[in-house]
Each structure stands twice: as structure tokens, then as C-alpha cells.
């Protein structure tokens, strides 16, 4: 069965980076099927896509967040990262990662059970 | 960006009344690349509908999926207690959006 597991720090302090990984079990990420990503949520801003991974390395990112965001992956631990720099509170957010069918586009059919990730110092 | 307008912002219904959920596009969504989701407390949103009108995997047919261009619809048929939740439409025909969402609860 599929799973994703989001971890990484809770608490991230103003003007450092943030990083996340997502760790993938029940399936391979080198699976062509399918691409990976990274998606957050605040009680302000609401669903945020942020970008979205290829196992080869291609990626795609939010016009918004293109500067600070950097998603990659690694195949020999089946999983994938993203780190956004220069964090601020605006950053603050559930933060998920999610699976996505490559057939079909950036939509989000399966997803981890997110990580809360706060930006103060 | 493409901005998805949802309406109404929250939905006062019974078990087994229909409810009808708009969601807006700011530009046209090519190739109706619309996906629709829903979200329970503390939970994760779930895929239910793709391409407009075509349910994911799981998704009991009482969830329908309408629309094209700039206007889509989210269709319970008879609600089902555990359909209460949050429901999110996006736009993937260009870098993906989502909607503010609509919330269905217990009238």
C-alpha cells in the first residue's frame, strides 16, 4: 500500500531555509507512472501548489515560488525533497507532499498526511 | 495566475439532499483540466474527480463532475454523512490553482 511520510524541522527560524522530505514506501519513485510534489496550506492563502518532480530530475515550480524553491530527488532512498530559502512567517503552513499521475497533469491523487511547519523565531 | 472563484463559501444540507457546489475560472480551463477534492479535519485533501467529470479511483457514483471553459460543478446526489467536508476545485491547465473551497455541513 502506498505511503508518503513528510518530515523535517517544526519550527524553522525567520530568514533560514526550510526543508522537507517526502519518503515514499509501497511503491518506487522511479515509477514512470507518475511525478511527485509539494503542496502547502494556510488558514490565509488556502491550497498553495508549490512544484512537482520527475525521477530523472525535471521539475516544475510555482511562478511565485520559483525563486525560493528547489524540489529534488533521490532514487536510492525512494524519496524527495524541497527546500525553500529565505523563510518567513508568510511561509508558515501545512506543507504536503502527493503523488501525481503523469498521464493526466499536475493533479494530486495521492497525498501524505502533512507537516506543520511554523516560521518564528 | 488563473483565480478559481467557489460559491457558495458554505452549504447548509441534510443527509440525502442534493448539493450543488460552482466553481469559477478567471480564464478558460483548456481541455477541462479541473480537478475537484475533498477535505475532512486534520485530514489530507482526496482526489474525487478529474477532467471535469471523471471520478477517481474509490469514488462512488453519487459525485458528479460538470462544466467546461470557465464554469465547473460539483454534484452530490444524496448526501451521506460521511460527505460533510471541505470541497477544493483546481485548475491544472496552466500552473495549477485551487479554489478558496466550499464548506458542506449539517443543516
Known amino acids: 500500500q502506498l505511503r508518503l511520510q513528510e518530515s523535517g524541522p517544526g519550527l524553522v527560524k525567520p530568514s533560514e531555509p526550510l526543508s522537507l522530505t517526502c519518503t515514499v514506501s509501497g511503491d518506487s519513485i522511479t515509477n514512470s507512472a507518475y511525478y511527485w510534489g509539494w503542496i502547502r496550506q494556510t488558514p490565509g492563502n488556502g491550497l498553495e501548489w508549490i512544484g512537482t518532480i520527475y525521477y530523472t530530475g525535471t521539475t516544475y515550480y510555482s511562478p511565485s515560488l520559483r525563486t525560493r524553491a528547489t524540489i529534488s530527488v533521490d532514487t536510492s532512498k525512494n524519496h524527495f525533497s524541497l527546500m525553500l530559502n529565505s523563510a518567513t512567517a508568510a511561509d508558515t503552513a501545512i506543507y504536503y507532499c502527493a503523488r501525481a499521475p503523469r498521464g493526466e497533469g499536475l493533479i494530486s491523487d495521492y497525498w501524505g498526511q502533512g507537516a506543520l511547519v511554523t516560521v518564528s523565531s | 495566475e488563473t483565480v478559481l472563484t467557489q460559491s457558495p463559501g458554505t452549504l447548509s444540507l441534510s443527509p440525502g439532499e442534493r448539493a450543488t457546489l460552482s466553481c469559477r475560472a478567471s480564464?478558460?480551463?483548456?481541455?477541462?483540466?479541473l480537478a475537484w477534492y475533498q477535505q475532512k479535519p486534520g485530514q489530507a485533501p482526496r482526489l474525487l474527480m478529474y477532467?471535469?467529470?471523471n471520478r477517481a479511483t474509490g469514488i462512488p457514483d453519487r459525485f458528479s463532475g460538470s462544466g467546461s471553459g470557465t464554469d465547473f460543478t460539483l454534484t452530490i446526489s444524496r448526501l451521506e454523512p460521511e460527505d460533510f467536508a471541505v470541497y477544493f476545485c483546481?485548475?491544472?491547465?496552466?500552473?495549477?490553482?485551487f479554489g478558496r473551497g466550499t464548506k458542506v455541513e449539517i443543516k
Open positions: 483546481q485548475q491544472y491547465s496552466s500552473s495549477p490553482t
Open positions: 480564464e478558460t480551463v483548456s481541455s477541462r483540466y
Open positions: 477532467r471535469a467529470s
